[in-house]
């Protein structure tokens, strides 16, 4: 059973009333120390897809043509088209979320770089993209838009069917232990057992989702997130991690949304520094990516 359907069921609840229930839940175990628990809920926003076979201008969606900026050429990576993995409104995200600084308005677009399948296994790329090899894209609300069109060197293989992207407010603890925050937390061994626990009842806890905690399929998304966006080698950081270890908490889930399964499985995560939010200067978040 999933995550949200075990607390929410298919009603349409309010998100004060999410939170209350997700809480009354959490008061069942037997807690060394609630309030230090509570603390760790995270406000999220899933997201849900559907066929979107007349997509509307500016519609928050997965794959697909994105509605760029007049003028705003598809990104390239040394000459090769980018992949559009998709494209969000801000307005609509903005009624699902209380974040100080994720614009209220406007839109994002994130591409990536991938070489052609290999085989049927997919394509091969890496785990920590280089900053060249994708693009977020923000847009203000006042720029005008066009419905964009596959270029004609992309590759049919990556041309893909437009999903319609729906958003869903929720709230979280971490769902993996393996995360800044709980880090930083002063949790008790026995608390943090019973964090596991109750994860533990969720078989399909991962989430396609942004702002939040999202579900590692290894660790914690925001130690790669880190280590990528600090610059250092593995052997620096194995001689000083603290740097790495320092910025875990200071990044944001922008989109972590699960890759197109004819390039692989594996999940994809754009994360931003905090500060970086805050300046929008999104061309400075970090893509990361995950498989079993």
Not at 75 to 85: D, L, Q, S, W, Y
Request: proline content about 8%; glycine content about 6%; charged content about 25%.
């Amino acid at each position: 059973m999933s995550f949200l359907k075990h607390l929410f069921g298919k009603r349409k609840i309010s998100p004060e009333n999410k939170l209350k229930q997700l809480v009354k839940e959490l008061q069942g175990y037997k807690w060394d120390n609630f309030p230090e628990v509570a603390n760790l809920i995270q406000p999220a926003v899933e997201l849900g897809f559907e066929n979107d076979t007349q997509p509307s201008l500016g519609g928050s969606r997965h794959g697909g043509y994105p509605d760029l900026p007049t003028g705003t050429e598809w990104p390239r990576h040394k000459g090769i088209p980018m992949v559009f993995i998709a494209q969000l409104n801000l307005t609509d995200l903005a009624q699902h979320h209380a974040h100080e600084y994720l614009p209220l308005n406007g839109m994002l677009y994130f591409f990536c770089y991938f070489p052609e399948p290999e085989n049927e296994f997919g394509a091969e790329h890496p785990a920590h993209f280089n900053n060249g090899e994708y693009k977020v894209l923000f847009a203000e609300e006042s720029v005008e838009l066009t419905p964009s069109r596959f270029p004609e060197d992309l590759t049919k293989t990556y041309r893909f069917k437009s999903q319609r992207i729906h958003f869903e407010p929720f709230f979280q603890l971490p769902p993996s232990l393996e995360h800044g925050i709980v880090d930083e937390s002063n949790l008790s061994d026995h608390d943090k057992e019973l964090i596991e626990e109750h994860n533990e009842v969720y078989d399909d806890y991962m989430m396609d989702q942004v702002l939040g905690i999202p579900p590692p399929m290894q660790g914690g998304a925001d130690w790669d997130w880190a280590f990528v966006y600090s610059g250092m080698s593995f052997e620096e950081y194995e001689d000083n991690p603290d740097p790495v270890l320092n910025l875990r908490s200071k990044f944001i889930n922008l989109l972590s949304i699960p890759n197109f399964e004819v390039i692989s499985d594996w999940q994809l995560y754009f994360g931003i520094h905090i500060d970086d939010l805050r300046k929008r200067s999104f061309e400075k978040a970090v893509l990361i990516a995950q498989g079993t």
